[in-house]
C-alpha cells in the first residue's frame, strides 16, 4: 500500500535524525504532521469533502494534545520538535 510505504520511508528519515521509537511522542507527531498535510492537500482539490474535513480537526486535536503533553513533560525536546517540523508554537503552553 502507498500509505504504509510512505510512512515507513519518512520513519526512516526521521529515525536517522532521531533515534526514536516508533511509539514515541515526537515520531507521533512527525506522522499526524504527515497526515495533516496530505489531508490538507487533498482538501485543496476536494473543498466540499466535510468527512475529511472533519477527520483533520480530529487529527489536528491529537498532535496538540501530545504537543501540550511534551510541553509540560519536557520543554527543550518540544522546542526542538515544532522547530524541526515547522509548527508555530501553541497560544496555550
Not at 16 to 44: A, C, D, M
Amino acid at each position: 500500500m502507498v500509505k504504509n510505504s510512505f510512512i515507513s520511508v519518512a520513519f526512516r528519515a526521521f529515525q536517522e535524525k532521531k533515534k526514536e521509537k516508533s511509539g514515541s511522542v515526537e515520531f507521533q507527531v512527525f506522522n499526524f504532521t504527515n497526515k495533516i498535510q496530505r489531508l490538507t492537500s487533498h482538501l485543496e482539490l476536494h473543498k466540499k469533502d466535510y468527512l475529511s474535513q472533519r477527520g483533520l480537526r480530529k487529527i489536528l486535536e491529537k498532535r496538540q494534545r501530545l504537543l501540550s503533553y511534551l510541553s509540560k513533560k519536557n520543554r527543550i525536546r518540544y522546542k526542538e520538535l515544532i522547530s524541526q517540523l515547522n509548527i508555530r508554537e501553541s497560544k496555550n503552553p
